[in-house]
Every structure is written in structure tokens, then in C-alpha cells.
């Protein structure tokens, strides 16, 4: 299985647009030893060939052309098989709407994510110009199935859902409970001929029995890392909010999710989606020292791992 990172960083990117935060400027200025980051996503492939993404951002389209094997081989058509959507944010989804180019999409979303997108959403008529534009194919939790191709032949890799404490995209808040287990899912992708795994959560608002059960026995693991510290928003007076009520679990700390984890000891262990403000960014910090000593590597643009 090839799995590579087009965008590793959470909503707003890095630097983004708004902010001048240390690490923001830092960036633009060249005082910090830090990368741009585009925001997450990532995509994968069974055999080099059919490829399938996890979230479309709304950098997608730079991103599919940063990597030269999703580009197409012949007019109006893509590798790009399916993308599956991990929650409802608008960093995951917005993405769809720049793929309208009356080119038919297969789209994996549990029943809750695909409403929360189509229903009351008067944009969504530009991915229905003609009939059949988009094929949703519904993810059950806790049920592994086969990824199919677009034309609904088997990938050769294998994918299960399962539930992870989220909190609803921004735009639905108040409009849908924040209790529904389809809310936001981690995914479990296997493939068939080797039998390797990997588990991407890229939000984890709280370390539960689900999320540690869908980590066990990857063989790579990709993991919220938005936020190093609770206050890493609120010190500085940028929100109000912790980390945990944004749900993100915090990387750092006593009760973070890396002092957490540690009887994980998948192979490749890749902290993702990482807020513009998060230490973690800076390739000299003390923070990156100690994700780095744990056996974690913080995920960049243009990463790649072979499983
Ligand atoms: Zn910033």
C-alpha cells in the first residue's frame, strides 16, 4: 500500500491568511526552521495505479497537481476512484465542490456526513449536472468492507469506519445532535494481498475504548495532531475554546494523547492535521524532540510511506 500525504495541515493551512501568530510569521519571514503546509488530506493506493482520498480540502486542486500520479492520463478523466470523508468539516469537504468538472465522483460517507453535506445545501447542485454525477456509497460503522473502484470492481484494499468523539462541522451546529456516532469516524483501511493496515484519525476529541480498539495491530497510524497544548488557541487570545472543546485531543502533557498511546508501536506513527499554531510545526523545537524520541514523526506535504 503507497500512502502519501498532499496536505498535513488543519483547517487554514500553514501560514493562514488571518494569522501572524509566531509560527505564521515565523514562516513568511524565514525566522523559523518550519514548512508551508497545505490543508489534510492524503490519499492512497493498493498498486501505484487507481488512487482513493481521505478528505478534499480545499486546497485539492494544487494538491492533485503536486502529485503526478493522480494526474489523468487522457482527457477528462482521473485516477482518483473515490474519496472518503472522515467528518463533515469544511476542510474535508469543500474540496467536493471543486471537483464538479462534469466528471462523475464515487464519494464514501456514512449516511449522517452525506446528509450533512447534500441536505439544505444549495451548492451541492453544481456536483449534480447531469445524472449519476455522484455515486455515495454508504460506510457502516464497525463493518469492513471492499473499496471498490468507480466502476465497482475491487481495489484490493479493504476499509471499516468506526466511530470517534467528534463534534459537528461548524456550519451544523444546532442543527444536528452532537451525539450521532456518524459524526466523525476514523477509518481502518487493510489491504487484501498483504494484509497491511492503516488507521487514519485525523480528530480525536477524546481518547476512547473505539479509538484505541481501531488502532490496534496497524501497521501505520495517522493521528490528530491539530494541538500540542489545551490553551493553545485560548492563551493567546485567538478563541475562547480549549483544544478538547474543539475536539482535539491536545499531543502534549500528562493526559495528551502521546503520553496516552505509548503501547502503540505500529511501525509508522504520523502526527497529522497540525494546527498553524502548534510547536510542533517547528522542525528545532523541544516539542518535535519529544514526539521524535516517542517513535512519531510529524506529517509534512508530499510524505509518503510504502506499507
Ligand atoms: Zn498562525
Known amino acids: ?9 488543519a483547517g ?21 526552521n518550519a514548512s508551508p503546509r497545505s490543508q489534510e488530506s492524503i490519499c492512497l493506493s493498493a498498486d501505484d495505479g487507481d488512487w482513493f482520498l481521505i478528505n478534499a480540502s480545499p486546497d485539492i486542486r494544487s494538491q492533485i497537481e503536486s502529485f503526478a500520479p493522480l ?10 476512484h473515490a474519496i472518503f470523508l472522515t467528518n463533515g468539516d ?53 463493518v469492513e468492507e471492499t473499496v471498490q473502484r468507480a466502476d465497482g470492481s475491487p481495489s484490493g484494499l479493504a476499509v471499516k469506519a468506526f466511530t ?14 452532537c451525539d450521532d456516532p456518524e459524526l466523525n469516524v476514523g477509518l481502518r483501511f487493510r489491504q ?27 501497521d ?23 483544544a478538547e472543546e474543539l475536539a482535539h485531543w491536545p ?3 500528562p493526559m495528551g494523547s502521546l503520553s496516552m498511546l505509548p503501547k502503540f508501536t505500529a511501525p509508522h506513527r504520523v502526527f497529522i492535521h497540525i494546527n498553524n499554531t502548534n510547536p510542533l510545526l517547528r522542525e528545532d523545537s523541544s516539542e518535535r524532540a519529544i514526539v521524535q524520541a516517542a517513535g512519531w514523526k510529524v506529517a509534512f506535504d508530499g510524505m509518503e510511506i510504502r506499507l
Not at 484519525?201 to 473505539?210: P, Q
Not at 501505520?220 to 480549549?242: H, I, Q, R, Y
Request: charged content about 20%.
Open 164 to 177: 470517534v468523539p467528534g463534534k459537528p462541522p461548524v456550519h451544523l451546529e444546532g442543527l444536528v445532535s
Open 12 to 32: 487554514g493551512g500553514f501560514p493562514q491568511w488571518n494569522c501572524a501568530c509566531t509560527n505564521c510569521r515565523g514562516l513568511r519571514e524565514g525566522l523559523i
Open 71 to 80: 494526474h489523468p492520463l487522457k482527457p477528462r478523466a482521473t485516477p482518483i
Open 192 to 218: 487484501d494481498a498483504t494484509g497491511r493496515t492503516l488507521v487514519y484519525l485525523s480528530a480525536v476529541g477524546r481518547i476512547t475504548s473505539s479509538v484505541v480498539e481501531g488502532l490496534e495491530g496497524a
Open 251 to 253: 499531543v502534549g502533557g
Open 90 to 142: 469544511l476542510d474535508h469537504c469543500l474540496g467536493l465542490l471543486s471537483l464538479r468538472e462534469n466528471q462523475h465522483l464515487v464519494i464514501y460517507a456514512t449516511e449522517s456526513l452525506r446528509r450533512g453535506f447534500t441536505e439544505g445545501n444549495v451548492l451541492y447542485r453544481t456536483l449534480q449536472r447531469f445524472a449519476g454525477q455522484i455515486t455515495w456509497r454508504t460506510l457502516k460503522l464497525d
Open 1 to 9: 500500500m503507497i500512502v502519501r500525504i498532499l496536505g498535513s495541515a
Open 220 to 242: 501505520c497510524v495517522m493521528f490528530d495532531g491539530t494541538f500540542w497544548s489545551s490553551d493553545e488557541l485560548s492563551a493567546p487570545g485567538f478563541l475562547t475554546k480549549s
